[in-house]
């Protein structure tokens, strides 16, 4: 479908049901280049169901996931990363026994194969792109720590980083200022319109004063179909978004 | 040093450990031993092969394998069977049936040699036999569970059971392989005796060379991002997986590094030892295999050779003069290893010893000259002795080979 090609992400007729409970209910999402996009919903809306679909960790039972122009629902999670969708997980997901730097090191992407990785070697051009990366999450100071002795919000950024250093088209993040102090959620906030350059980030959060911060579009899930798209005035104020969501 | 040799030797420390390893191997046991109990601690050092390709697999990969004794059996065989056939000339087997083949298939009325033995009578075969069958073996066990993502207990109870089907197989197969005696009376390599004192001393040296070459291949899987991306998988697969890496292929790739490390060993044991049989495949080998790593240090390479040779040691003792008792003992050896020092010997020293030792270093260079300035952060993981404790975590593991442009002035 052309019409498709226009957007980063195009996901129609998604469906994913198990055992009978459909988890994700023929929906139809599309993500703009460059755009800021938060997923909203009551907890078991399916929003972290939609992102694992995206990148292969769950598989549909119907409907087609597109990224510029590649079927996602039919590519292994490894050939999904590869195409350029990055993925951060809802509790940090770190290497806890590594450094920040070889967290950042191992997620490069250079080396993904067997003997690829066997000769992999930490050359000039590696360790620059470690060092902006960290930069970038204001770990530079924190490279030689073990990524496990760093706090709660310096492990969600580093895991940011490492999905960073990949350069994806596509970043989906899975509440990523849950558990961080105001101040941290200020400079996440500055993070996420930073690196929204060239990319479109796919954000799921609770935390609404975050979400009016960051969003350009904002898409309220409910029982695993859309309930309300639009500008987060917009969504805020109609009155079934309230009801399911906001009112609590 | 060269940062690729600095690597491979793990700095001054793994050059030091490996230093000292050598040494024992090549001159204190010698030394110490006649040739009958040098020719047991040969026998012990091919353990010391699985053991190594253990702390890859498990130590590094997190994949627990209960069936070692497969490979290291395959390896075993594979030699087995070049010798078996050069024992079996026509003119030393005359009094048989059908001279020219091995004694048991004549007892089982086998009246040719099976299609399988043929290509054994080659060397080169048989040498690329004894890495290829085991490769092969565990390729095909590691893609089917790694890619179906079978792993853990699963995957451990299912090597286990492989070990016992493939002793069943083989005892089952008397005029093929053997059976339960084994591949036995084994004599001459290339018309080389190795039944003799001096051939046992040759072979002795040589599996102890090969025994550094696989430490020295060891680091250089685990120093290599590769080694990393292991221990990233081990605590975070899906992290792994969902930062473009296909987890399978690396389990697979280091899985079939350990049956080939194996498998040099059990050749390496039928050469030295002088038969083969399914008794060293089986259930119990296999998991006294993985004793030997546990006791050793799972994350310590050289850790895991002295694990070998002690527990075997011990073994050797005990069952001489408490032969009931031994596997109670083995049991309870290997349980408070587990509960009382998870990282086995390698963690002891390194988060006992090694500090004392430094200390008394320090102490002692603060009255002598200048303090060594240490060379960069010194290059801890690659001498895989991570002490995984909580309190010795605070040490921060440096980089794999040091960044000398690290902002750590």
């Known amino acids: 479908m052309s019409s498709n090609t226009d957007f980063v992400l195009s996901i129609e007729d998604l469906t994913v049901s198990f055992d009978g409970f459909k988890a994700v209910d023929s929906l139809n999402l599309y993500v703009d280049k460059n755009e800021i996009r938060v997923v909203i919903g009551p907890n ?73 990785a066997l000769a992999f070697k930490r050359t000039a051009e590696v360790i620059a792109k470690v060092e902006e990366i960290a930069r970038e999450i204001m770990l530079e100071e924190f490279l030689g720590t073990e990524a496990g002795l760093l706090s709660h919000g310096q492990k969600q950024w580093l895991e940011i980083g490492m999905l960073l250093i990949q350069d994806p088209e596509l970043l989906m993040l899975d509440e990523p200022v849950a558990g961080m102090s105001a101040r941290e959620r200020e400079l996440t906030g500055q993070l996420l319109k930073r690196i929204c350059n060239n990319r479109s980030v796919l954000v799921i959060e609770h935390d609404m004063e975050f979400v009016k911060n960051i969003a350009h579009k904002v898409t309220v899930l409910h029982q695993g179909k859309i309930l309300k798209e639009g500008l987060m005035e917009v969504v805020q104020s109609d009155p079934k978004v309230i009801e399911v969501y906001l009112g609590h | 040093m060269h940062v690729a040799m600095d690597k491979l030797f793990g700095g001054r420390e793994g050059l030091v450990g490996l230093a000292i390893l050598a040494a024992v191997i090549f001159i204190v046991m010698p030394l110490t031993f006649d040739i009958f109990r040098l020719n047991l601690v040969g026998k012990y050092l091919t353990y010391a092969f699985v ?109 286990q059971a492989i070990a016992l089907i493939l002793t069943i197989l083989i005892v089952g197969q008397q005029g093929y392989i053997g059976g339960i005696n084994g591949i ?115 994350m310590s390479l050289i850790g895991a050779v002295y694990g070998a040779l002690i527990v075997n040691f011990a073994k050797t003792y005990f069952s001489e003069s408490f032969p009931a008792l031994w596997l109670f003992l083995m049991g309870g ?30 102490r002692r260079g603060a009255g002598g000259g200048p303090p060594l300035p240490e060379v960069a952060p010194p290059p801890e993981p690659a001498a895989p002795k991570p002490a995984e404790r909580p309190a010795a975590a605070a040490v921060p593991r440096s980089l794999a080979a040091g960044i000398q442009s690290e902002p750590s002035r």
């Open chain 2, 333 to 362: 050896l290997f349980i408070a290893v587990v509960m009382l020092f998870p990282n086995g010997l390698a963690g002891i020293y390194s988060s006992h010893i090694k500090p004392k030792f430094a200390a008394w270093r320090a």
């Open chain 2, 184 to 298: 036995t009376d084994l004599r001459t390599l290339k018309g080389w005796d190795i039944r003799t004192d001096e051939a046992k001393y040759v072979l002795y040296f040589l599996n102890g060379a090969l025994l550094i070459g696989a430490i020295l291949v060891g680091r250089l899987i685990i120093t290599s991002k590769l080694g990393r991306l292991l221990l990233a998988m081990r605590d975070r697969e899906d992290r792994v997986r969902f930062s473009g890496y296909d987890v399978s292929s690396f389990k697979i790739f280091v899985f079939c590094v350990g049956a080939m490390m194996s498998a040099i060993g059990g050749a390496m044991f039928t050469l030295q030892v002088g038969f083969m049989s399914p008794s060293f495949i089986g259930i119990v080998p296999s998991i006294e295999m993985v004793i030997f790593t546990a006791v050793g240090g799972r």
């Open chain 2, 51 to 159: 053991a190594i390709g253990l702390v890859l697999c498990w130590g590094y990969g997190g994949i627990l394998s209960l069936g070692q004794g497969i490979f290291f059996g395959l390896g075993g065989y594979c030699m087995a069977m070049f010798l078996k056939l050069e024992a079996s000339d026509p003119e030393s087997t005359k009094i048989q049936s059908t001279p020219g083949i091995p004694d048991f298939m004549d007892w089982n009325q086998l009246t040719a040699l099976p299609w399988f033995w043929e290509p054994f009578h080659s060397l080169s075969f048989s040498l690329l036999a004894v890495l290829a069958v085991p490769c092969l073996f565990a390729f095909i066990i590691s893609v089917a569970m790694f890619k179906r993502r079978v792993g853990g207990v699963y995957f451990a109870i299912i090597t």
């Open chain 1, 44 to 116: 078991g809306a399916g929003k972290t169901t939609v992102l694992d679909l995206i990148c292969g960790k769950t598989r549909a039972t119907s409907g087609s996931i597109r990224f510029k122009g590649l079927e996602l629902t039919r590519m292994s999670e490894h050939q999904i990363v590869r195409s350029g969708v990055g993925r951060k997980f809802q509790n940090p997901s770190i290497y806890e026994n590594l450094t920040v730097f070889e967290n950042l090191e191992v997620s490069y992407p250079k080396g993904r194969t067997v003997f690829g």
